[in-house]
């Protein structure tokens, strides 16, 4: 019983949920000031996120006329709901390195496609020629990024031999941060620009791609549902980047202040390239995008492989 | 009379009976299914079983396929009353379908290889008859099926000759043997083609889609789907580790993962570019074996573990789905892509469970698809230890994977989400005797998923393999209860919201009055601009020209040497007499040699 307490405080509360909703808002705050300031624009005050969701959710709920409305309600909590297991699993690895907590990296890597099932399946329920042009891009984003992601996942179980988040962290305590090797960085890289496509930012916001198709998926979504689809979005700002923290950069220890910083340090590191990409880059179209994931991304990646099977 | 001899012969002498009274074959097959899985249930309790006569022989493995098999013939059968209601040779149907399980069993528990070839022969020709009974356009499908699968069982004729010669004996097992010579490598891939054509792999797949066109639903559900599946992937199995020995990373092994790798990606490919329900779900049925051969081709405990999980998960998800096409088929009367669209709010209980089986061969976390892939990945990251090939084959399997998700994803839009078409206003869900075989699949799906450790790996798995380890770790009951409190945190969230009060409105289409009709997105052009990949368009381009089948291949050789024959025989007697003489002069060299 108390175990159940304590696995449902930390899903829901710390580090699950809310914590990773906060931070997640934040750093999309982070993300618009910096946007707005490199347009010479004055941005959003920092409780703005905040207020936006408060905003959705007194909005009313407006559903397609014959719409599949379970689906198209139910879309954005599976997409909640995939994000805040990821989050637990990879903060709960992180806070004990000898645990084994629900999952693998394996196992990460097939849940970390449940937020984008639902944007597909949310936006092919809503019964809108462009929501369905929406999900086709999103899905065919998956498709592009999927292979050079697979090889720099697996450059890093290369190297420390295991699947298990415990093993690849102990390996990082041992012999140095994964990016301080030269496979490790490039497979680093390759990680980084998926996590882009992953966000769904520029030069990757095909599927929602405003000036085009509306916002694609999300076009038909209002109310509480929209705020569920913006908060899961908000959450993968701050996951997708601790997971890549996890992987190349040693983890986290925050059993001391020292720790705490460096957390952020790195954090930091990785949201400002994130955002550095977005603002310098304008949108691919999808051919583009495919081409490029399969092209050059995955040939960097199969090099950083080659790399660390010689032991670089 | 021993248990074996009757769920071998039973089904066999009642499908007689059925051809005979038409009227009440519906009835005998369903009572005869479920006796047989009855039997089939007391078999896998008892382990052990050996009868004298014809020299029938179960063991856990094969009782626990047998089970199976009874179970998907029984559903199917009761699928069947009213998916083929009103059709013509109903009592012929049921009749086969009989005598497929009959000659299921034979082959599951032979315990030599002649009774296996008999019983193995004899599944070919229900399958035939059954592709060629929904209507006489599949005659040509049949045929093919029949060509391909017959051929493939000549081949381990001599297969099993080659065996025989080397071992003096027809007993399967029980002392392997290693595959360390040309003779050994020769048996054992002649006797693996005859799997490889059952199951599908490449590339003696082509047989499947080709029927998926022709065929009823219920046939690509009960035969490629399910049964053809189990009894190919045992053979497989049993060739690998009882008859022969495949030692992790020999080259025998490289082989069989090179084949697994191909026929996921390429069938895979296949299916993404398909317009119609019915064959898009057969490309699946090809690819997915690839996970199967390539679990049990790492020659790995933990590999062939999770090759045989996937087989026995694979039979429920593709049977479900198919029975889903089959009721799609019958109440919009189309199963084209194109005019299908928006089922989903009229067939609530099918929809579920084809969206639970679509989410399960796409391997989604929590369901059963996900756990079988999932310990075919570990085997092969494990692989990597001994072999520097492993990630080929990992990428693979993982890239297939989502191959498969958009595959579905196009799918799922296109039939029961999506826009409407005309077909799908006046559509219902159908009768229970259709929705409840659907939805004890999808059901079985979630619970292969949540227990695998306790339920299926425990009993259907475990007991044939010696002892395996998982490298990773993965609960999928905590994991799935965090996900439905994670559901209930949204619906939290909602309920703080006000999305109690809903409005229904029409679609936005950038404020134009739009007829539906004209702007619908069908799902056919989803992955255009993928297809348009240069490297791809090739491929496909390679593929529409059949250069990658090996009927169409086999059978434009036989043409070639027919017509060189052919135009040698021209009927000109100055002709034949010039072959008469320059055979004269050939001779004549010879003797005064």
Redesign the interface.
């Known amino acids: 019983m108390f175990d159940l307490l304590r696995l449902m405080f930390a899903f829901i509360i710390m580090p699950g949920f809310l914590f990773t909703a906060v931070v997640g808002l934040l750093a999309t705050w982070v993300d618009r000031k910096v946007t707005a300031r490199v347009q010479y624009r004055q941005g959003p005050p920092w409780f703005q996120p905040f207020a936006d969701l408060a905003k959705l959710l007194g909005k009313e709920t407006i559903v397609p006329e014959g719409a599949a409305k379970a689906v198209f309600l139910g879309a954005p909590l599976i997409g909640l709901a995939g994000a805040t297991l990821v989050s637990t699993i990879i903060w709960m690895v992180n806070f004990s390195h000898g645990v084994t907590f629900i999952g693998d990296l394996i196992v990460v890597l097939y849940l970390l496609t449940l937020p984008s099932l639902a944007i597909i399946f949310g936006g092919s329920a809503s019964r809108n020629p462009l929501s369905a042009i929406g999900a086709s891009r999103e899905m065919k984003l998956i498709l592009a990024y999927e292979l050079p992601f697979i090889l720099a996942v697996f450059t890093v179980v290369l190297r420390t031999g295991s699947i298990m988040f415990g093993n690849i962290l102990g390996y990082q305590l041992a012999n140095g941060m994964m990016i301080q090797s030269c496979s490790g960085l490039i497979a680093f890289l390759v990680a980084l620009i998926v996590v882009q496509a992953k966000l769904g930012v520029v030069p990757f916001d095909i599927p929602e791609a405003e000036q085009e198709i509306a916002a694609g998926a999300l076009l038909e979504y209002s109310g509480p549902a929209l705020a569920v689809y913006k908060l899961s979005r908000a959450m993968m700002y701050f996951i997708l980047p601790v997971l890549l923290i996890t992987l190349f950069m040693g983890g986290i220890d925050l059993s001391f202040w020292g720790g705490i910083a460096w957390f952020i340090i790195k954090y930091v590191i990785i949201l400002t390239l994130i955002i550095l990409i977005k603002n310098t880059n304008p949108r691919l179209r999808t051919d583009q995008a495919v081409r490029f994931f399969w092209g050059p991304v995955t040939a960097l990646a199969a090099i950083g492989f080659i790399l660390a099977m010689v032991g670089w | 009379m021993n248990d074996l001899t009757i769920a071998v012969f039973a089904p066999l002498i009642m499908a007689l009976l059925c051809f005979v009274f038409k009227r009440a074959a519906k009835w005998l097959a369903l009572l005869v299914s479920l006796g047989i899985f009855t039997l089939a249930i007391k078999i896998f309790l008892a382990g052990q079983l050996v009868s004298q006569f014809l020299s029938l022989r179960a063991y856990p493995f094969s009782a626990g396929i047998f089970l199976a098999a009874a179970f998907f013939t029984l559903l199917i059968t009761l699928y069947s009353f009213k998916y083929m209601e009103g059709k013509e040779r109903l009592g012929e149907y049921y009749a086969y379908i009989l005598i497929t399980l009959g000659s299921a069993a034979g082959a599951l528990f032979a315990a030599d290889f002649l009774n296996l070839l008999f019983f193995w022969g004899m599944m070919g020709i229900p399958l035939y008859m059954l592709i060629g009974i929904g209507s006489s356009a599949g005659a040509g499908a049949a045929k093919k099926t029949l060509i391909l699968v017959g051929g493939a069982d000549a081949m381990m004729i001599m297969g099993i000759g080659i065996v025989w010669v080397m071992t003096r004996s027809l007993q399967i097992g029980p002392s392997p043997l290693p595959l360390n010579n040309v003779y050994s490598i020769v048996a054992f891939l002649a006797l693996a083609a005859g799997a490889f054509a059952k199951a599908g792999v490449m590339p003696f797949h082509s047989w499947i889609p080709d029927s998926a066109e022709f065929a009823p639903a219920s046939v690509m559900a009960l035969l490629p789907a399910s049964l053809d599946k189990l009894l190919g992937i045992y053979l497989f199995s049993r060739i690998c580790f009882d008859v022969f020995q495949i030692v992790p990373n020999s080259p025998v092994s490289l082989f069989l993962l090179a084949c697994g790798s191909i026929t996921i990606i390429a069938a895979v490919m296949g299916a993404l570019v398909q317009h119609d329900l019915k064959k898009l779900l057969s490309f699946h049925a090809v690819s997915q074996v690839g996970y199967m051969v390539l679990g049990i081709g790492t020659g790995t405990p933990l590999g062939v573990a999770g090759g045989i999980f996937h087989m026995f998960n694979h039979a429920i998800y593709k049977s479900c789905l198919f029975l889903c096409g089959g009721a799609v088929e019958q109440k919009a009367g189309t199963t084209d892509l194109e005019k299908l669209g928006?089922l989903?709010?009229f067939m609530?209980i099918t929809?579920t469970a084809f969206l639970i089986a679509a989410l399960s061969i796409s391997?989604?976390?929590p369901f059963n698809g996900?756990i079988s892939k999932?310990m075919i990945?570990?085997a092969i990251?494990q692989l990597?230890?001994i072999s520097?090939y492993w990630?080929i084959w990992?990428?693979a399997a993982?890239?297939g994977s989502?191959?498969t998700?958009?595959s579905f994803?196009?799918l799922?839009?296109a039939v029961?989400?999506?826009?409407?078409s005309e077909t799908t206003g006046k559509t219902r869900e159908v009768s229970w005797m259709m929705w409840l075989p659907l939805a004890v699949l999808a059901a079985l799906c979630v619970v292969f998923g949540l227990l695998a450790a306790q339920i299926p790996l425990k009993y259907l798995v475990f007991p044939n393999i010696q002892f395996y380890r998982f490298?990773?770790?993965?609960?999928p009951g905590?994991?799935t209860l965090?996900?439905?409190?994670?559901?209930l945190?949204?619906?939290l969230?909602?309920a703080?919201?006000?999305?109690k009060?809903?409005?229904?409105?029409?679609?936005?289409?950038?404020g134009e009055l739009l007829k539906e009709e004209e702007?619908?997105?069908t799902?056919n052009e989803?992955?255009d601009?993928?297809k348009?990949?240069g490297p791809l368009n090739l491929i496909y381009k390679t593929a529409e020209k059949k250069y990658f089948d090996v009927y169409e291949l086999g059978r434009q050789a036989a043409f070639a040497v027919a017509g060189w024959l052919s135009w040698l025989h021209n009927g000109l007697l100055q002709t034949y007499l010039v072959w008469l003489l320059m055979g004269l002069v050939v001779l004549l060299l010879f003797l005064a040699r």
Request: hydrophobic residues 55%; charged residues 10%; without cysteine.
């Open positions: 928006g989903a709010k609530p929809f391997g989604v976390p996900f999932w990945y570990q990251v990597g230890k520097p990630i990992l990428v993982m890239f989502a191959f998700l958009a994803v196009k799922t839009h029961f989400l999506g826009q409407w490298t990773g770790v993965w609960e905590m994991a965090l996900l439905l409190s994670g559901l945190l949204g619906l969230i909602y703080l919201g006000r999305v009060k809903v409005t229904v409105k029409p679609a936005f289409t950038g702007i619908k997105v799902g989803f992955y601009s993928i348009s990949w």
